[in-house]
């Protein structure tokens, strides 16, 4: 399989891979995937009292393209308030890393990801109102 | 280290024509360029002789009695269905049942299912978890109805080496048939078909360092005789089982490769396991959490299929790119499903994700392999810190106990 620029890039020098304390109330968590399936994404956000996204942290298990995608996801959120963020489709995605059509799934995990870490997150501020 | 780049190791998808086959071959498409089958002329002749003495070289490489009992065919894929199919035609009266084991070639299960569309039924046994037929589980299968029993010589994706004389010695028992697809294994093992009572077996050029598109059917012409229906029809070559003008440079290399087997077989074998043997300790003294898929010892030399857990096999192909093996991930098939030969083993999904294919050959040298086992640890390493899942078995979580959403 040919690679796009991007899927490589990506891959060879992933964006913010690591992990936040995921305790803190602050921080959101998502796991999405599973290994049976070949690919798991984490993707943690971090988000400061004005509801902007200040940092964010992937760990990925899966092929180039899901590790692109999820590094990509992470790039992207950061900077962003939790209504932008949720507005990334997984099909900007896409356009953005040139996926083939057998590697769509990746970025749908991508944005599921990001998904899942802001429901989190929205979960522990209902948790601690 | 001085290595040179690219690397490949992937022998058994395909292997590099050996230059002294090459060497054999060339003359034969500008200068010897005659028909074998036009008999009447030097050009014809020289040709037939050609083909003659190539057919004596594969006979020896098999162990078979006769030149005879070789059926040219375009690769084994081709010597698969006919065998497959042109006995199963044949003896339609005897009966319609076929055994077969589910980790064969596509080609031969395809065969099969092809057949049972016509209405034979076919027994697919499955494997034990060293990926080795049960033998007594094949005596079971067997019926009055059985007419041919297909299982391969040696496993493509993971190496491994069916008790084949054992196989042969069922088979004998009860009057079937016993056709071997020996794609694999040809130069790789010691194969004989009178020893090991095979009575039909495949194999290919391209896998034994000769060149693609040329491949045989061994048809066993004495206890039994065994009888086929052709699939390909016209000018009756081949004792009228595959019709076509015989590709004369092709053949004669396919003879080649097969006489440079012959003959160096022993001391290749040795240095292929020496090979593998330092390839997979250097792994394992390095790498955690890493597992060897099929039978241990009972695997072509040099073959080694590894599952390294908590890293998917397309992004740790894509790390090593200047090192050209395969894995059995989903990733890198059209399908999304991990390879069908893990399953069979019971090897779970979430190892058959991280499995990469070493095909170690001829012309692999020690410092690939040192130069293989320090990118693979390198590569491994960084994407495992980079894995959410090594991260949980880091942290002491069971990945069985967590609640996964699959997609």
């Excluded at chain 1, 993707?43 to 509801?51: E, H, P």
Aim: charged share 25%.
């Amino acid at each position: 399989m040919a690679y796009s620029e991007k899927v490589l890039d990506h891959y060879n020098n992933p964006r913010n891979v690591g992990a936040l304390p995921k305790d803190d109330p602050s921080v959101g968590t998502g796991v999405v995937g599973a290994p049976e399936c070949g690919d798991v994404m984490k993707l943690q956000i971090k988000v400061g009292a004005n509801g902007v996204i200040e940092d964010a942290r992937f760990k990925t298990f899966g092929c180039g393209s899901a590790i692109a995608s999820s590094s990509l996801a992470t790039e992207w959120v950061k900077g962003k308030t939790l209504a932008e963020a949720a507005l990334i489709r997984n099909t900007d995605i896409v356009q953005e890393l040139n996926l083939p059509p057998i590697k769509i799934h990746c970025s749908v995990l991508a944005e599921d990801a990001i998904r899942a870490a802001l429901a989190d997150f929205a979960a522990k501020q209902e948790k601690n109102a | 280290m001085t290595v040179k780049l690219p690397i490949y190791m992937d022998n058994h998808a395909t292997t590099r024509v050996d230059p002294r086959v090459v060497e054999k071959m060339l003359p034969y498409f500008s200068e010897i360029y005659g028909n074998a089958a036009s008999k009447t002329h030097a050009f014809g002749r020289a040709a037939e002789e050609a083909v003659d003495k190539a057919r004596v070289q594969l006979a020896k490489a098999i162990g078979a009695s006769s030149d005879k009992e070789i059926v040219i065919t375009s690769g084994a894929t081709e010597s698969d269905n006919l065998a497959i199919k042109g006995v199963a035609h044949m003896h339609r009266e005897k009966g319609d049942h076929l055994i077969t084991v589910c980790t064969e070639h596509k080609a031969v299960l395809d065969s099969h299912h092809a057949l049972e569309r016509e209405g034979f039924r076919t027994t697919f046994l499955k494997v034990k978890p060293d990926g080795l037929v049960d033998l007594a589980e094949l005596e079971a299968a067997m019926t009055d109805q059985t007419i041919l029993v297909s299982i391969m010589a040696v496993n493509n994706e993971i190496g491994v080496v069916q008790p084949l004389a054992e196989i042969g010695k069922l088979c004998k028992k009860r009057g079937i048939l016993f056709f071997c697809d020996a794609a694999q294994a040809v130069g790789k093992i010691e194969l004989n078909v009178e020893e090991m009572g095979i009575d039909l077996l495949a194999f290919t050029a391209h896998k034994m360092y000769g060149p693609k598109g040329i491949g045989a059917l061994y048809v066993r012409r004495k206890n039994p005789r065994v009888r086929l229906e052709a699939m390909m029809h016209g000018g009756g070559h081949e004792r009228g089982l595959r019709s076509g003008t015989l590709a004369v440079p092709l053949i004669v290399a396919f003879g080649e490769a097969a006489e440079l087997i012959t003959v160096n077989q022993a001391e290749e074998t040795a240095r292929l396991l020496a090979l593998r043997e330092r390839l997979w300790s250097g792994l394992q003294s390095q790498l955690q959490h890493i597992f060897l898929n099929g039978h241990a010892t009972q695997r072509a030399p040099g073959s080694l299929n590894v599952s390294f857990a908590y890293v998917e096999g397309e992004s740790l192909l894509m790390g090593i790119s200047e090192i050209a093996v395969s894995s059995g991930s989903a990733c890198t098939s059209a399908s999304l499903e991990p390879s069908y030969v893990l399953k069979a083993l019971g090897v779970d999904d979430e190892l058959a994700h991280t499995s990469i294919r070493f095909g170690i050959g001829r012309f692999n040298t020690e410092e690939e392999i040192d130069y293989t086992i320090e990118r693979v640890v390198d590569v491994v390493t960084r994407l495992r810190e980079m894995s959410p899942l090594w991260e949980m078995v880091q942290e002491g979580i069971d990945l069985r106990t967590v609640n996964w959403t699959g997609h």
